[in-house]
């Protein structure tokens, strides 16, 4: 007998699935570059109004993995229940202190708006922060230490497993455009740090981060003088 909350589940995980491929296609550097030519007047505002959309269209999804009835699968409780809640605080304090290692402005949108830049692709720097010594996606990996803290009925279940995969798959997805953007500067940034989780050994120093930065600023100027001269 097919359970009553069984329906809304597999919408659920649908949901999911449209709004992962949506994002992962929308974040695409090929459409980016079709954007710029097709709409030259949208380009500055493209990445502000990505953000404004991923953020909308997430809600329903938050709002649907509250609302389907589930009984407990499970539940932190007595020590284990301090210790789940006390990572999730780490987690978030961990995305609080390292936002300071992006560039807001840029990762938001706003910057390009306010530069009126003539295209939608990226440009900001590789930014190698204190975390992201130790792995190449923060806070995607705060995001799973976070999810996987919580108590886990059906439907929290279906969510926390959706994101984890987007994560791992966007993950790649991301780094594909690192690296044709950042060139041998990511590959050997990858090479040296794990993805989402730490690994004994596997670190940067601070003076290796400083030369890996140095060298993706020196990859992009390198990139916008060969297309001024295509220009």
């Given at each position: 007998m097919v359970d009553s909350a069984t329906p809304g589940l597999i919408w659920l995980a649908?949901?999911?699935?449209?709004?992962?491929?949506?994002?992962?296609?929308?974040?695409?550097?090929?459409?980016?570059?079709w954007v710029t030519r097709r709409w030259p007047q949208f380009a500055p505002a493209y990445r502000l109004a990505y953000n404004i959309m991923a953020g909308v269209l997430l809600l329903p999804l938050l709002w649907a993995t509250w609302a389907i009835p589930g009984d407990w699968l499970w539940r932190w409780t007595g020590l284990a229940g301090w210790l789940a809640n006390g990572l999730a605080l780490a987690a978030l304090a961990g995305f609080w202190l390292s936002s300071t290692g992006y560039d807001m402005g840029e990762f938001l949108g706003t910057r390009a708006l306010q530069e009126r830049r003539r295209d939608a692709g990226e440009h900001d720097g590789l930014r190698i922060s204190a975390l992201h010594r130790?792995?190449?996606?923060?806070?995607?990996?705060?995001?799973?230490?976070l999810i996987w803290t919580r108590d886990m009925n059906a439907p929290f279940l279906v969510s926390a497993v959706a994101i984890t995969l987007y994560f791992v798959i966007g993950s790649r997805l991301e780094e594909r455009k690192l690296e044709a953007h950042f060139g041998a500067a990511y590959r050997d940034y990858m090479k040296k740090v794990p993805g989402l989780f730490p690994l004994p050994g596997k670190t940067l120093s601070a003076t290796e981060a400083d030369l890996l930065m140095q060298r993706s600023v020196e990859r992009l100027m390198e990139s916008s003088g060969h297309r001024q001269h295509e220009l």
């Open positions: 649908l949901g999911w699935l449209a709004y992962a491929v949506l994002h992962s296609l929308l974040a695409a550097l090929a459409v980016k570059a130790y792995v190449r996606h923060p806070w995607y990996a705060l995001g799973l230490l």
